[in-house]
């Protein structure tokens, strides 16, 4: 394995397995991983004119959600008046990232600094080991709590993923009933993914693997995230032409309601595990 500067104006940097095998990262921007090459094809949506725009999010790559997934409800910080009120899925993947890498794996680590300490009042260290394989990443999460008192965390991945087109998927393993977000909702989840091609934002408890198949792209995309990572979102922006698939730990707002907050004990730790596998279909 090796890294080397991909693109010098934007920070993107490559970690190859070989010519048909790699990803590229850029670790000023929240450390995203902004493109994935698997047996020569192009997995993640990527949108490089919004990207050179560092005004405004990221609309691609696998953003990284930290230390809380979606929004929160309440005006006023939940940890009193001499924070910020966290912003929509937190600060991770707005700040720069550092990194380090072996034969077998890249690892990105984010620390506490003096930016973190206006929203939330932790010490903490958050490190991703992605092992790139063929037709697969493996991502370790590893989340320490370096304070002398509990520390709530909600974690997730926001990868966007390459389709042909929205008629031309299926969905895998999802369970029946989901929540629209954005209607606050519990509906039928057939129902709802009729209208992926509208838009959607669907919150799920899966099984610990989500998937979907593009019959055009020939290739079926499967997400395992075993609990406590198992919920799962499924994310349309068109006419972007891609769909996302989110491992989530907690639903949003679970700093406010409590609803599945994940809670470090002091000076310890908490490891999640995922993978996004690739399969060639007929």
Request: aromatic share 12%; proline share 6%; hydrophobic share 35%.
């Amino acid at each position: 394995m090796q890294i080397k500067l991909s693109n010098k104006d934007q920070g993107i940097f490559v970690f190859q397995l070989d010519q048909n095998n790699y990803i590229e990262f850029c670790p000023e921007r929240g450390g995203v991983i902004t493109n994935w090459v698997s047996d020569g094809k192009k997995i993640l949506y990527f949108d490089e004119k919004r990207f050179m725009d560092n005004t405004k999010s990221i609309r691609g790559g696998i953003p990284i959600l930290f230390p809380i997934c979606g929004n929160l409800s309440s005006t006023n910080s939940v940890f009193g008046i001499d924070y910020l009120q966290l912003r929509q899925h937190g600060f991770a993947r707005d700040l720069p990232w550092q990194y380090s890498f072996n034969e077998k794996s890249l690892c990105l680590f984010l620390n506490e600094s003096q930016k973190t300490k206006k929203y939330y009042p932790f010490d903490f260290e958050l490190r991703i080991e992605v092992t790139l394989k063929i037709n697969c990443l493996e991502f370790e999460i590893t989340i320490k709590n370096k304070t002398d008192i509990a520390m709530p965390i909600n974690f997730g991945l926001h990868p966007y993923f390459n389709i042909s087109d929205f008629k031309n998927l299926e969905f895998l393993n999802n369970p029946l009933n989901c929540q629209n977000q954005e209607k606050n909702i519990i509906s039928n989840t057939f129902v709802e993914l009729n209208n992926i091609n509208l838009g959607v934002d669907l919150l799920m408890y899966t099984s610990g693997r989500s998937a979907f198949r593009d019959k055009i792209l020939k290739r079926q995309v499967t997400l395992n995230h075993p609990y406590p990572f198992d919920l799962g979102v499924i994310w349309s922006d068109p006419p972007r032409r891609m769909i996302c698939l989110e491992p989530w730990t907690s639903p949003r707002n679970s700093f406010v309601d409590g609803l599945r907050k994940v809670m470090i004990p002091p000076n310890d730790s908490q490891r999640f595990d995922a993978s996004i596998q690739i399969k060639s279909l007929k």
